[in-house]
């Protein structure tokens, strides 16, 4: 099946570049993209598969863990057994609204224990979702005890099943995508807390680019294989620009005063903990390394700053200006010249 490219989406900039550094720098901590309904969240998502470089696992694994990496093994793969590299894409797996807790964690594999009365393990999507990236569209919607569970392997990058005489850790360590309509109901802090990145997606008012976006969406779907192809060209190009940026992301520097504003914009916002900072120093190193940037800029801090810190603020009772205003409010205070 044909996936939208992601070079073809018109629009949508801060978007498509909070899913870029979100690829090129996994540690930001996913992105959160809230909005309309038909604005294209899911479409740039999905298409953000085709950017990701290959990965090398074990082969035969159903963790996908690396070769060169021990300390992420799974059980089998840290016993010692022999194991051969191969590459495949990086992981991109949707978690279902609807999903069941067995679906989504594993669980004993029923077929195998009736037929031969052998107790084995069901990989769920957690573990597919190991070192990739782990969808969930309308993720305000998600059950709370799905969120609990989320939360506990985000936090650990291990997942535990203790159920029907199994006991089973594998590694889970993935990158969080989320999308939502916020009138259907908000996150919990708690989960909103775990996304490095937040968007605020809009339908698009440009009568043109709203034209182009219905001609391009028309012909995807009347030719959706030759569409794919008459992009391949750009989509190749990005590509090559993602691992690369993803090659020397570590070797960008932060200036002390760059890292200083960063520091007084957290505290201006009044921002809790230590996360605002850090996120917003990866992310802008991401930037910087996808602009082929040997440091990170003023001007690369004060792009990421919204979508680092919008979804981090102190809700005021007394102010309902929106957060993204109070941060750009913030940022020209910040940075006086």
Known sequence: MAIYPFVAIVGQEPLKEALLMAAIEPSIGGVLALGDRGTGKSTAIRALASLLPEIEVVRGCPYRCSPVQPAEHCPACAEGAERIAERMPAPVVDLPLGATEDRVVGALNLERALSSGEKSFEPGLLARANRGFLYIDEVNLLDDHLVDLLLDVAASGENVVEREGLSVRHPSRFVLVGSGNPEEGDLRPQLLDRFGLCVDVRTSADLRERMEIVRRRDAFERD??????????????????????????????????????????CMALGADGLRGELTLMRAARARAALAGEPAVSMLSLKSVAPLALRHRLRKDPLDDTDASVRVERAVEEVFIP
Do not use: Y
């Open 224 to 265: 959706p294989d030759g569409f794919v192809r008459d992009w391949s060209r750009k989509t190749s190009a990005l590509r090559r620009r993602v691992v690369a940026a993803r090659d020397k992301v570590s070797k960008v520097a932060m200036p002390d005063d760059v890292l200083e504003k960063a520091v007084q914009l």
